[in-house]
């Protein structure tokens, strides 16, 4: 076009779509053929910049078309577009295949006009079905590694780009690997499953005859297994009876039907020497029929989405195999005191990071006392993962040892240390063990951030553990800090992907934390203080993995449990069987007072033989079961004796009747000495 808009030239498929003969394009203006092209030329020539936009303009046939004009500014010769023409720039006749007018007009602008080719005349051009199929779209879905958006996407570009409908089978035995497929009825031919299916009809028989998801093994004699059979693109008319003898065969009638006259294409996908499915495309009458150029095409765009698929195949398998091994480590429950109220989230990091060595714990201990503990293994991926997983199992048999939590992490120390010598490992990990009777805590930390500690009309306030060394890193004193809290204090243990991120200051997550956990939160419920903590952190693309760890710590009610101090006198423990006797009574578990009664008597009878002090400790707790404890000062550990046939004496045999009485007995380190206790299930 010249300056003013006039058509200069075009070429042959302006002609075709926008008039009757081409002879009246020429000398027109640009206006009057597309209406409100106008402005974009002005604009473009204005500020000698591209324009586009979308305007609908109307074929000779009468079709109404949403179409993308974009219109560059250009100069021939030395013609200034911007003040008309100079007469000195000749325009070429004839050019692009198309017509030009011979006049002294200098060119200003190329409008470029893109519509959509029409249904009907869409599978004609061998170039355009080319570039449609594999310039336009397949390259966008290599970064699709989900498998099933993936084969809906291919299923996309191929409809309506290279056929009318059409689906895409992968074999079974690759889909789900984990599994053993079942066998066909025949045990020969193999099972594929029909990951999408498309149709441009919008049909719903398609989805009903052809449903995604089923898995099948085609007939023998189909062209779909003869494609398997021979690796090789598959070609068959569908025209007569054909449509039929498949429908039969295949026992859905509806196949007949949706299939009558069809052109079919089956093309193989294969991925390292290996099949991996096929695509099934089909083309129906009022459509040119497949031949051997759409066949070459065809197995090119194959090739080119076997690649997507496999890389999305193995990665699905890989992050499937992560997750699920993470998953299982993790706990399914959490168990406490009924006085302590525990609530936990985990949430797993970006998908860029979504496998990582975060875990936590609530384990009920004897005598009414839970361990609470939370860790974080250095890095990510399934080597974490796995590390996570034996830090855990250690954790829980430390916690059955009843060791204190100082000593339990320098157990973990040395576990690290040997995992360390075939592959470097640390990782962090705070644990806390909380009294209901006494309301006393225990925390010790192993390079871990401060547990925090919200009382219920107080500030909350990160408490102050003695720092250590990460588990595996070296040697360092790890020490345990003891205190007593408030009844519905809060304990909120955590990991640094809370708090701390590429583009927040660790300083920051933590100051956000004790705002949180402000005055008043102790009243809130653990739900919604779960839920405010994550608050802000779900839309970080480069996020951490977090595990967090919330409880109520509260004393259980002073009626189910009770101390006697008693003398270390061999009359205190007949004193001791009418102190468990009366106290049982009154809890209506009479039926219980023989074993207790007994079971007292021998660890009241062994603190006064062994321990050799002036005063012990006689404690019962009804929490979860019946546990009897008897405290001393002495820090020697008891142990069952196996007498043997040469030895007369009856040393130790009071563990044995502690043994078969009880459930399960043991011993733990207090700070003054230890405790032995032993717990009954309650009837």
């Known amino acids: 076009m010249d300056a003013s808009g006039r058509i200069l030239q075009f070429d042959r498929n302006a002609a075709a779509v926008l008039a009757e003969n081409p002879e009246d394009l020429l000398g027109v203006r640009l206006g009057e053929v597309i209406p409100g092209a106008q402005d974009p030329l002005d604009e473009a020539l204005r500020f000698e910049r591209e324009r586009t936009t979308m305007l609908t303009i109307e074929s000779r046939q009468g079709a109404t078309y949403d179409a993308v004009v974009t219109v560059h500014p250009m100069s021939g010769g030395d013609a200034d577009i911007r003040g008309g023409a100079r007469n000195t720039a000749p325009i070429l006749a004839g050019g692009a295949g198309g017509t030009a007018l011979r006049n002294d007009a200098a060119p200003a602008a190329l409008a470029v006009i893109r519509v959509p080719v029409?249904?009907?005349?869409?599978?004609?051009?061998?170039?355009?079905?080319?570039?449609a199929l594999l310039e336009d779209s397949l390259p966008r879905l290599g970064s699709t590694l989900d498998l099933e958006l993936l084969a809906r996407g291919l299923m996309s570009v191929l409809v309506p780009n290279f056929c009318n409908s059409g689906g895409l089978l992968l074999m079974e035995s690759l889909v789900d690997a984990d599994e053993d497929p079942p066998q066909s009825q025949d045990g020969t031919s193999p099972l594929l499953r029909r990951m999408a299916v498309a149709a441009d009809d919008g049909d719903q028989a398609w989805d009903a005859t052809f449903p995604t998801g089923e898995v099948l093994s085609y007939p023998d004699g189909t062209p779909y297994v003869r494609c398997i059979e021979t690796g090789a693109p598959v070609l068959v008319g569908l025209g007569g009876e054909g449509a039929a003898r498949i429908a039969d065969r295949w026992r859905r009638p509806p196949v007949a039907d949706l299939l009558k006259g069809a052109s079919m294409l089956i093309l193989p996908i294969f991925a390292d020497g290996t099949m991996l499915g096929f695509f099934v495309c089909t083309r129906n009458v009022a459509?040119?029929?497949?031949?051997?150029?759409?066949i070459e095409i065809g197995m090119e765009f194959a090739s080119r989405a076997a690649i997507f698929i496999e890389s999305a195949r193995r990665y699905g398998r890989e992050r499937a195999t992560a997750l699920t091994l993470q998953r299982s480590m993790l706990p399914t429950d959490l168990s406490a005191p009924s006085s302590v109220e525990v609530h936990h989230r985990y949430l797993p990091g970006s998908r860029l990071i979504e496998v990582g060595g975060?875990?936590?714990?609530?384990i009920a201990l004897p005598g009414g006392r839970v361990a609470l503990v939370v860790g974080d293994v250095a890095g990510h991926g399934v080597r974490a993962a796995v590390t996570m997983g034996r830090l855990r199992t250690a954790i829980q048999t430390l916690a059955a040892l009843d060791l204190p939590p100082a000593e339990a992490l320098e157990r973990l120390d040395s576990l690290m240390n040997t995992l360390g010598e075939r592959e470097p490992h640390f990782a962090t990990c705070a644990y806390v063990v909380y009294d209901a009777v006494s309301g006393r805590c225990e925390?010790?930390?192993?390079?871990?951030?401060p547990p925090l500690l919200a009382p219920p009309n107080d500030d909350a306030a990160?408490?102050?553990?003695?720092?250590?060394?990460?588990?595996?890193?070296?040697?360092?004193?790890?020490?345990t800090r003891e205190f007593t809290v408030e009844d519905g204090t809060l304990l909120f243990l955590y990991t640094d992907g809370l708090v701390e991120n590429r583009a927040r200051d660790i300083d920051d997550g933590l100051a956000r934390l004790r705002r949180t956990f402000a005055r008043g939160a102790a009243a809130r419920p653990l739900e919604d203080l779960c839920q405010a903590t994550l608050d802000g952190v779900f839309d970080d693309q480069h996020r951490d993995d977090i595990a967090m760890l919330v409880a109520r710590l509260r004393r259980i009610p002073a009626d189910d449990h009770v101390s006697w101090e008693l003398p270390a006198d061999p009359a205190a423990v007949r004193r001791a069987r009418g102190l468990v006797r009366a106290r049982l009574g009154h809890w209506g578990l009479a039926e219980l007072s023989p074993a207790t009664e007994l079971l007292a008597s021998e660890l009241v009878t062994n603190a006064?033989?062994?321990a050799g002090e002036d005063r012990i400790t006689l404690r019962l707790v009804r929490e979860g079961g019946l546990v009897c404890e008897v405290y001393d000062s002495s820090d020697g550990r008891p142990r069952i004796r196996h007498q043997d046939g040469a030895d007369p004496a009856e040393s130790g045999r009071g563990l044995h009747v502690v043994g078969r009485l009880s459930q399960r007995w043991g011993v733990r380190r207090t700070a003054t000495g230890k405790a032995v206790w032993c717990e009954q299930e309650l009837p």
Do not use: K, M, Q, T
Request: no cysteine; glycine share 8%.
């Open 608 to 610: 006064i033989r062994h």
């Open 358 to 362: 975060d875990w936590y714990e609530s």
């Open 287 to 294: 459509h040119r029929p497949f031949d051997a150029y759409d």
């Open 118 to 131: 029409p249904l009907a005349d869409r599978f004609l051009d061998p170039a355009v079905i080319r570039r």
């Open 462 to 479: 990160f408490l102050d553990v003695p720092p250590a060394p990460p588990l595996g890193i070296g040697d360092g004193p790890i020490v």
């Open 443 to 449: 925390v010790a930390s192993a390079g871990h951030l």
